[in-house]
């Protein structure tokens, strides 16, 4: 069955942004259910049955891919405890306590994001990923081209922000044709579809056909830290211990 939101879901989401505060949400829990999350978890199930055939290994339970709304607080200045969208995440099976390539989604007041790639991995895939571009940087290259180059209704694919460090990364020498490349914390692409798509019964197939243009990038990512992880775990690495 077709999933999407209603106008009060994306209503409810404008005015959690200006009220976020437990106060505030606490007696509309039931509306936060009734119109996002009970929503959001049947557009993951459907989502799931259109990942069966192209990405498999994503595929989890609706309540163990659906995010919580709730902020975590705990290092950060900024203590409002509630996010303002509502948003799902497919890690590949056996990478679920760790970083990998994976897909995401979230519905907002002011979009429906849909993001593909590796995000903040840990240090060990870090690793892992960097040396797998020094030596295939064309490859990715040429991979990602192709996905900016895939128009899908008029909003394009583009780069995720790789927050570059400035400097070549200790290991790798300056000059390296996969510069940018090795810089980044993130590689992966993403696209932002109008608010309003939330609303359509299109939203799980849209959704879906993203997904599955994206997935030759995840599981070429998800190979490369995969190979590299196994190349050290044999053996005492400065690398084992996580980045975050």
Do not use: C
């Not at 607080?73 to 900024?78: E, G, I, L, M, V």
């Not at 992966?188 to 109008?194: E, F, N, R």
Request: proline share 7%; no cysteine.
């Amino acid at each position: 069955m077709a999933t999407h939101f209603t106008p009060q879901a994306l209503r409810f989401l404008r005015s959690l942004a200006k009220n976020n505060d437990r106060e505030w949400f606490t007696p509309r829990k039931d509306i936060y259910e009734r119109e996002l999350k009970d929503p959001m978890l049947a557009l993951i199930e459907e989502i799931n049955a259109g990942m069966e055939a192209f990405a498999p290994e994503h595929v989890r339970a609706p309540n163990k891919t659906m995010m919580r709304i709730y902020r975590d607080t705990r290092f950060s200045s900024d203590k409002r405890p509630y996010k303002h969208q509502v948003s799902a995440w497919w890690s590949r099976r056996g990478m679920e306590k760790t970083s990998g390539g994976g897909f995401y989604i979230h519905i907002h007041p002011k979009e429906v994001l849909i993001s593909t790639g590796v995000y903040m991995p840990e240090r060990e895939q870090l690793l892992a990923i960097r040396r797998w571009m020094a030596d295939h940087h064309a490859e990715y290259r040429a991979m990602l081209k192709s996905l900016t180059k895939t128009r899908v209704g008029s909003q394009p694919f583009t780069g995720i922000d790789a927050e570059a460090l400035t400097r070549m990364p200790k290991g790798f020498p300056a000059g390296h044709p996969a510069d940018e490349l090795l810089r980044a914390k993130n590689w992966g692409v993403h696209v932002s579809l109008p608010a309003e798509t939330a609303l359509d019964p299109t939203l799980g197939k849209e959704i879906i056909k993203r997904l599955k243009l994206a997935t030759p990038l995840v599981n070429t990512l998800n190979d490369a830290i995969l190979a590299g992880t196994k190349a050290d775990s044999s053996a005492t690495s400065p690398f084992r211990r996580p980045l975050f």
